[in-house]
């Protein structure tokens, strides 16, 4: 019962927050890797822009996170607020 009873507890405590940062986060990672190969990131870009955007989706995201995707969305002239 124990063993159920933790993973059950820490799904529930996790904040929605998480996905969202990991999703932006992983768009900006791969963005980078197309921006070192040579490649155009900017759609990694864009997608990590419309999970910041949409946080009744995705959760919240970080301050931190926020302002590196401001520098990305200028990189490819996007618009960020």
């Known amino acids: 019962m124990r063993k159920?009873?933790?993973?059950?507890?820490?799904?529930?405590a996790l904040p929605t927050a998480v996905n969202a940062n990991s999703y932006v986060n992983d768009n900006l990672n791969a963005a980078d890797?197309?921006?070192?190969?040579?490649?155009?990131?900017?759609p990694s870009v864009?997608?990590?822009?419309?999970?910041?955007?949409s946080p009744q989706i995705y959760g919240?995201?970080?301050?931190?996170?926020?302002?590196?995707?401001?520098?990305y969305a200028q990189r490819c002239n996007l618009r960020y607020k």
Request: proline share 3%; charged share 10%; hydrophobic share 60%.
């Open 4 to 12: 159920l009873l933790i993973p059950l507890l820490a799904a529930i």
């Open 33 to 42: 890797m197309m921006f070192n190969a040579g490649m155009d990131g900017c």
């Open 46 to 53: 864009s997608m990590a822009i419309l999970a910041a955007n």
């Open 60 to 71: 919240q995201t970080s301050s931190i996170l926020k302002a590196e995707l401001k520098t």
